[in-house]
């Protein structure tokens, strides 16, 4: 495969693009699937082929294909020069690569436990004792469970990259998923639906740690009561604890999208919005001394990893909030000279057919040094949200909105009764502004983080510890609420 990649690299140069890349990828997906407690889905898929990037009179050309042999490549390679040429005519802003160190490498995150070992019936019957687990908590709670979804399954990418810097890198990461959707329903209060994604890059090995069917059978316990017996909200305002699996998507959603560079230079304006962060706000507080938010792809594991980018760039972490503080925007090459800063290795695309853009990979905020039961008794009497069940946020990444699904209220410094349905409807600086204090309970959840035109989901974790904001209203979703 090489020899093609430096072929299609060679080829580019030849026809006067000034820089050029070729990207073979091939990702292996299987998934089975138990729905209402029937087998729905069991199958692989596919999918394999060469990517060509150059750049020709300061525009990006891309185009790919799914053969490999010579003339197809060379297609690929005359159809990214013709696109760039083209562009030439009519972009007055040229692209300019940033000097980077070239990896010249390989990397791989293995398995101990390959997904093949564990044949069809092994999965059914672990999706099967899960969809059991479900309907035993439902039982007991006096609820129904019209819709259940489980669906475990594995990700194996490939890569081999090769660019005219000199850039050479072959990695190949294996990735365990698992992922569920359910509705509780009772006659008298209602539904809530809970759906959740676990990630790790790991094998079998990964969804033997999770335990699912301990996992759902205490989410539908803990639903369940929500829904029956979730009182309303308090209506002034209180200290508020967020559990980790909401500080992790506030993270992801408001300071992560935002820190896109590209979404900040109007690339992704159409596509997936806009940046509340302009270049001169670099510097400025956003939010409290407590708040320190990073994206780091390295973590050992991670459902996001990966050691190097697209284009041959050593990953790190990048901080982007530090200590309230906006410090750190997410580049590749191509924004990075725009803001007079070396590419942090941010590259990332999802498929063979989809061209490089800046993603994130794991966004978390960092841990504190306070125990959960340490935020308790600092907040005192006020709301502890463990869980979420939808949210939104604007195209600036700046008004958010989250419905909790396991909430409390903290009653003289303990968890209390249940509350139901509480809404959280903050600025992105009000939220980061009113971090009292940081737990230590850092975890992360997966997700698969949409951008781009044609869209592009990657793999990601969204992480952090519990936190304690001070004097926040939360609302409530209209009819949540039994008390």
Known sequence: MEDILDYAVDLGRKLGATYAEARYQRDIGSETLLKNGVPEVTGESVSSGISVRVVYDGCLGFASTNKTLRRDVAEAVRDAVAMARSASKHVKNKVVMAEAQMARTRYEARPRVRFEAVDVNSRL???????????????????????????????????????????????????????????????????????????????????????MPSKIYEEVMDTSRALTTGKAPPEEPVNLILGPEIVGLVCHESCGHPGEADRMLGREAAQAGETY??????????????????????????????????????????????????????????TAPVFGVESNGA?????????????????????????????????????????????????????????????????????????RDPVVDLTTKGLYSSVMAVGEDLSFSAGYCGKGDPMQGIPVWFGGPSILLGNVRVGTRRGGGVG
């Open 125 to 211: 019957e672990l999706l099967k004792e899960v969809d059991t687990a479900a309907l035993d908590a439902a039982s007991k709670m006096g609820v129904k469970l019209p819709t259940r979804m489980f669906d475990v399954g594995s990700w194996v990418t490939e890569k081999h990259i090769v660019n005219s810097d000199g850039g050479n890198l072959r990695s190949r990461v294996f990735r365990a998923t698992f992922n569920y959707t359910i509705t509780v329903f009772s006659q008298q209060h209602d539904t809530i639906q809970r759906f959740e994604n676990l990630g790790e890059a790991r094998g079998w090995e990964a969804v033997e740690k999770w335990n």
């Open 347 to 419: 590259s990332r695309a999802s498929y063979y057919d989809r061209e490089p853009i800046v993603r994130m990979a794991n966004t978390y905020m960092k841990p504190g040094d306070h125990s959960f039961e340490e935020l308790l008794e600092l907040a005192g009497e006020g709301l502890y949200i463990r869980s979420y069940q939808e949210w939104n946020i604007d195209d600036r990444r700046w008004n958010q909105r989250y419905v909790g699904v396991v909430a409390y209220r903290i009653r003289n410094g303990e968890l209390a009764e249940m509350v």
């Open 277 to 334: 962060i302009k270049k001169e706000l670099l510097g400025t507080a956003i939010g409290s001394e407590h708040v320190t938010v990073v994206d780091d792809p390295s973590i050992p594991h991670s459902f996001g990893y990966y050691l190097y980018d697209e284009e041959c760039v050593k990953a790190r972490e990048r901080v982007l909030i530090d200590r309230g503080v906006l410090r750190e925007l997410l580049h590749n090459r191509e």
